[in-house]
């Protein structure tokens, strides 16, 4: 599916007015509770925002947690694990993290530059063959959207292969064999063009020079250093979650959402009634999205990963700086893309979007605010990313009524093929 592709959203305005301060609720809507006894000042408005916006798209459940040293630390479990039940949320569960892994897999990557292993300037060639344009596409220009690969997972026939087998076990050569098999859609380092294809080449690079699975690399590089105990990359075989878990939810197929994820008019007006339910895709085999999106991790540590991901603990200072200095915009704006890192306005950090899951984690370098955010829907109704339409709510909370929240890279114009598809990225 190409959820881990990108989509053609534009920016969108965020106001404080998006959401409803109403906190008078039906008895099908979600109830949040939050882990500290002191709640931070901000956590009334915060939880009617997100309550609003769960009513209005569908989204049956969400684990936001927000770290900040100037207004307080809080955790907040929204709605419910399975829909049409009493089965609330929790804070330690499970979500497949989508497109954050891409982050990992470059974080492997400036390592392995750091070691002397490798450059941000030698070709792909020199690792994988048979790459189209592989003696002059870059390692940065991969790890940067930059290739002009074209992304398997827009791949119509592959997409039907996802529905007909959800549980199938795919490999790296044969997803890299889908992408070769269709032309270029630019010279290398022209434009920005959000491809799985370049992720899952990168991972292959990792796996040659540490000689080791990515998984052990994983841990060995970044798991374990963090000490992220619930995060995990699992075998291309192992469609299991670790308990706890939600279940995960999507609308559509993969099929009826490689042009777009929005459900036809009427639908979505069903879908929000809840007379239109999504389909539960808890167990479908997320191995087609390989280095570019299997990760599984908790809210707790995706806020650790992440604030060292933007603030420093993975790399050496120079190499850091580096990866910083790489985010351009992407479609004007604040969106913006680098070496495996995006930008949300004033947050760095990434987002993952994969059936029945998505996942935003998010931090300012300049407050230390950071905001993640954990969903069991991979996309609202309307079409846009269930964490995406929730984080948008809550940034005018941090930054004012009248911020503008950037829209995310990845589904920036200029992010994706020419098509109009819109397709977010594991």
């Given at each position: ?55 209005d798209n569908a989204i049956p459940g969400a684990v936001v947690q927000i770290s900040s040293p100037d207004r307080g630390d809080w955790t907040g479990t929204f709605g419910t694990s399975t ?344």
């Open positions: 599916m190409k959820i881990l592709a990108a989509s053609l959203l534009t920016v969108v305005l965020l106001t404080a007015s998006a959401c409803s301060s109403d906190t008078t609720e039906p008895e099908s809507t979600p109830s949040p509770t939050s882990s500290d006894q002191a709640r931070p000042e901000y956590v009334a408005e915060l939880e009617s925002t997100v309550e609003q916006l769960m009513r829909i049409d039940a009493d089965d609330p949320i929790s804070a330690d569960d499970h979500f497949r993290i989508g497109s954050n892994t891409k982050t990992m897999t470059v974080t492997a990557v400036l390592q392995l530059v750091e070691e002397g292993r490798l450059s941000l300037d030698d070709p792909i060639s020199k690792y994988v063959e048979g790459v189209p344009n592989g003696d002059t596409i870059t390692i940065a220009q991969l790890a940067e959207m930059r290739s002009g690969l074209y992304s398997y997972s827009f791949d119509p026939e592959f997409n039907a292969t996802l529905d007909r087998e959800p549980e199938k076990a795919w490999t790296p050569e044969e997803l890299l064999a889908i992408a070769f098999s269709q032309p270029v859609n630019f010279p290398p380092g022209e434009q920005f063009e959000y491809s799985n294809t370049n992720t899952v080449l990168l991972g292959l690079v990792v796996e040659e020079l540490t000689g080791m699975p990515i998984a052990e690399a994983f841990d060995e590089r970044i798991f374990v250093p963090l000490g992220l105990a619930d995060t995990s990359f699992p075998a291309n075989d192992d469609s299991s979650i670790p308990d706890p878990h939600p279940q995960g939810y999507m609308f559509g197929t993969n099929v009826s959402t490689i042009d777009t994820f929005a459900l036809p008019e009427d639908e979505q007006a069903a879908a929000v009634a809840g007379t239109l339910k999504p389909n539960d895709v808890t167990d479908d085999n997320p191995s087609w999205t390989w280095t570019a999106g299997a990760a599984i991790s908790t809210v707790d540590d995706m806020t650790t990963y992440v604030k060292a991901l933007v603030g420093g603990g993975l790399l050496d200072e120079q190499m850091q700086q580096t990866r910083l200095d790489s985010v351009q915009s992407v479609g004007g704006g604040t969106a913006g893309y680098g070496l495996g890192m995006a930008q949300f306005g004033p947050l760095l950090g990434h987002d993952g979007q994969l059936p029945g899951f998505m996942t935003f984690m998010g931090h300012d370098p300049e407050t230390d605010l950071t905001i993640v955010i954990a969903t069991n829907l991979s996309t609202v109704p309307s079409g846009e990313g269930s964490a995406l339409t929730l984080v948008k709510g809550i940034l005018p909370i941090f930054y004012g009524s009248s911020y503008q929240a950037p829209g995310d890279p990845a589904r920036a114009p200029g992010a994706e093929e020419s098509t109009p598809a819109p397709t977010p990225g594991g």
